[in-house]
Nanobody, 118 residues
Framework: QVQLVESGGGLVQPGGSLRLSCAAS????????MGWYRQAPGKQRELVAA???????NIADSVKGRFTISRDNAKNTVYLQMNSLKPEDTAVYYC????????????WGQGTQVTVSS
């Protein structure tokens, strides 16, 4: 059974926008902490934006003011709205669900490619 289903990646020109979606199963969405990571060519995977267990958000400095994480509880979906995209945003973006307990596994989406290029 697929736990996380990502969509919305693609090719966009610099300055453009994309919205990534991550649909989770109900149990995952209800109890796990959702976030987005990315891995660019030649770089380690890094946090982009995530909710915290306290209900706030963590946003990477490199995307502050441009990216927004949000959720739609009715659809069990978390979004990453990406505006003013730059070539350096090019990466594979991964949806992440952090387990509420240490002995439970985290879940990762399959990854969706975002390419920012003229």
């Amino acid at each position: 059974q697929v736990q996380l289903v990502e969509s919305g990646g693609g090719l966009v020109q610099p300055g453009g926008s994309l919205r990534l979606s991550c649909a989770a199963s109900g149990s995952i969405f209800m109890f796990y902490v959702m976030g987005w990571y990315r891995q660019a060519p030649g770089k380690q995977r890094e946090l982009v934006a995530a909710f915290t267990r306290g209900g706030s958000t963590n946003i990477a400095d490199s995307v502050k003011g441009r990216f927004t994480i949000s959720r739609d509880n009715a659809k069990n979906t978390v979004y990453l709205q990406m505006n003013s995209l730059k070539p350096e945003d090019t990466a594979v973006y991964y949806c992440n669900a952090r387990a509420p307990l240490r002995d439970l596994q985290d879940y990762w989406g399959q990854g969706t490619q975002v390419t920012v290029s003229s």
